[in-house]
């Protein structure tokens, strides 16, 4: 078994007893440090007691919950930060003078997707595609939320703390936009892919650097790399007939304003379907927002995959000068002139979310509003 699996194995056993903890309280919450020692002991006793349960060296367990304390310390300070409101005056200035980590991997690795996004953060080529017209982006906004609850359901309903942009301290010039930071200090990164097939053991180079990159900015050491498949069932009475107790599923209703920006509501979790469908359609009945219904989406989760991923300290100093180089690229083409005229630049595959450009992903959810229902 790799260290890897060991710790996330004790991950699981230490949420039992910092969030429930059967009735007691040894910790709640990032502002709560949990005593080593006593929680070490407590699981090594627990795990000698089940024998369902793999056994580890005390010694073993106390040196991961001191990392854990570690990465709660660092999440602790990132929630003091003041969150930047998406589309903001000074999301988009912050936006406009960094390259991000969704970013990083096109912006290092050369050539002409290199210079056509120094171009870009330059200002002086125009995109004017419509992102939120394109299915796989628009699938990956819709379902980010309903992965994040999955996660947090199968991690012992952990929590998750939202981060809008983030900016590295040490580069005025880069930043990230983790998807989350779980109750342990964990960063998330999420990917619901919208025909990609998903291979357990396998993490697309852009996306592994795009978490080096996160976890550089957030001074993380660790990230749990999410993907999930969803299945749109167009068909209701198939998804009433779904089991509750072995599916994970629910409900989405679709809104739009008169940006064209869509809105999405939630159906709640632990719902039976017909409890999701019978609520969302009560809640859409009496619905009083200046929106437009579009459509409602029953779905259910198929496969969802979770691959822990380190920080490489030793890689990353490697990286550090590509962003600064690449930097100095886009200060050059500021001086140039707007380019009139041209083949229109895409930065975004059709078929999937997987290239696409941190801007347009941020921009479209940006443009977009999630909320469950209440």
């Given amino acids: 078994m790799s260290t890897t699996d060991i710790n996330k194995d004790i991950d699981l056993c230490l949420l039992k007893y910092i969030t429930n903890n059967g009735g007691g309280s040894h910790c709640s919450g990032s502002d709560d440090d949990f005593n080593v020692d006593e929680v070490a002991t407590l699981i090594y006793n627990d795990s000698k007691d089940n024998k369902e349960k793999r056994t580890y060296k005390y010694e073993i367990i106390k040196e991961r919950l001191a990392d854990i304390n570690k990465y709660r310390a660092e999440l602790k300070e990132l929630l003091k930060l003041p969150l930047m409101k998406q589309r903001s005056d000074e999301w988009f200035e912050a936006r406009k003078s960094r390259l991000t980590a969704s970013d990083l991997y096109d912006a290092v690795k050369g050539g002409n997707?290199?210079?056509?996004?120094?171009?870009?953060?330059?200002?002086?080529?125009?995109?004017?595609?419509?992102?939120?017209?394109?299915?796989?982006?628009k699938w990956g906004t819709m379902f980010e939320p309903m992965a994040t609850r999955c996660y947090s359901q199968k991690m012992n309903n952990i929590d998750i703390h939202d981060f809008g942009l983030i900016c590295d301290k040490e580069n005025k010039h880069f930043g990230a936009s983790p998807d989350g930071i779980n109750e342990l200090g964990i960063m998330l990164e999420i990917k619901c892919p919208y025909s990609r097939k998903i291979v357990d053991g396998v993490i697309p180079d852009k996306y592994r650097m795009q978490i080096q990159g996160q976890l550089a900015v957030c001074k993380l050491k660790e990230c749990d790399y999410i993907e999930c498949i969803f299945k749109s069932i167009d068909d209701k009475e198939e998804y009433l007939e779904i089991d509750h107790n072995t599916t994970k599923h629910g409900v989405i209703a679709e809104y739009y304003n008169s940006k064209g920006e869509y809105v999405y509501y939630y159906s709640d979790a632990d719902r039976t379907p017909k409890e999701c469908v019978e609520d969302i359609c009560d809640y859409n009945n009496n619905f009083k927002e200046n929106l437009k219904f579009s459509k409602y989406t029953f779905w259910s989760l198929d496969e969802m995959?979770?691959?822990?991923?380190?920080?490489?300290?030793?890689?990353?100093e490697t990286i550090v000068p590509k962003i600064d180089a690449f930097w100095e690229k886009v200060e050059e083409y500021k001086m140039l002139p707007i380019e009139i005229g041209i083949k229109k630049y895409k930065f975004v595959d059709d078929d999937d979310d997987d290239d696409a450009n941190a801007d347009d992903v941020a921009n479209t959810k940006a443009n977009t509003t999630s909320s469950s229902r209440k």
């Fill in 113 to 137: 997707v290199s210079i056509k996004l120094a171009k870009k953060k330059a200002n002086i080529i125009i995109d004017t595609i419509n992102y939120n017209a394109i299915p796989a982006l």
């Fill in 305 to 316: 995959i979770i691959q822990r991923v380190v920080f490489n300290a030793i890689a990353w």
